[in-house]
């Protein structure tokens, strides 16, 4: 997944566009689903552990990680047109700044 952050219209919160990357819309759909639950997996085990991620890159983490929990499902089952982009309005100040620092540091 590519995700970008960007101010809404409105001011409030930020907005996260959410792209698959080509290469992962072309892999078979049992493929898909496997690196899915992979990155998946790695976000967990970045949001567990207690190295040096602090605490709004791991609050970041809990965001994404809950939002790629609901996708999972459809991932899965193939009924989620991997081409379109997904957008998605966070209002909460808290969690924009979370995210925002998230998307600045690189995930290992």
Known sequence: MNIT???????????????FTPEFQALP???QGEQFQDYMR???RHIDSQD????RN??????IYQFA???LPHILSGDL????????QIRQE???????????????
Do not use: F, H, Y
């Open 52 to 55: 040096a991620v602090d605490e």
């Open 42 to 44: 790695l976000l967990a």
């Open 94 to 108: 808290a969690q924009a700044v979370a995210l925002t620092d998230l998307l600045a540091t690189p995930l290992n």
């Open 5 to 19: 952050i960007s101010d809404p219209a409105d001011g409030q919160g930020k907005v996260l566009v959410i792209l």
């Open 81 to 88: 047109a991997l081409e379109e982009r997904i957008v998605l």
């Open 29 to 31: 759909l049992k493929q």
């Open 58 to 63: 791991r609050a970041g983490m809990a965001i």
């Open 69 to 71: 929990d609901q996708l």
